[in-house]
Nanobody
Framework: QVQLVESGGGLVQAGGSLRLSCVSSGRIFSTYAWGWFRQAPGKERVFVAAVSWRGLTTYYADSVKGRFTISTDNAKNTVNLQMNNLKPEDTAVYYC?????????????????WGQGTQVTVSS
């Protein structure tokens, strides 16, 4: 099995920055892709960003493009999400996800493993 643990969430003022990290442990795959999703209260979980093995391919939701950066450190089994110029509408629980077919998908159902989530709150 694979365990994913997120960290780095918190409370920040609008315009501020946070860096989320997610580390995997357990079963090791030769290649895999990471995704970040978020879920605001009363809303569905939505795609934020995804990255392929070695970071060669990245995708972003339009709402975060230019503000968020996803990166991966395969040696450390870690994915990061640097979030700059945060807005109140970025407030949500952020989840990292992993799929072992190296498909940096925008679709939540295409991920095999999920973290427990970390809360990000942006005040106005």
């Amino acid at each position: 099995q694979v365990q994913l643990v997120e960290s780095g969430g918190g409370l920040v003022q609008a315009g501020g920055s946070l860096r989320l990290s997610c580390v995997s442990s357990g079963r090791i795959f030769s290649t895999y892709a990471w995704g970040w999703f978020r879920q605001a209260p009363g809303k569905e979980r939505v795609f934020v960003a995804a990255v392929s093995w070695r970071g060669l391919t990245t995708y972003y939701a339009d709402s975060v493009k230019g503000r968020f950066t996803i990166s991966t450190d395969n040696a450390k089994n870690t994915v990061n999400l640097q979030m700059n110029n945060l807005k109140p509408e970025d407030t949500a629980v952020y989840y990292c996800a992993l799929n072992y077919v190296n498909n940096p998908s925008r679709v939540a159902d295409e991920y095999d493993y999920w973290g427990q989530g970390t809360q990000v709150t942006v005040s106005s």
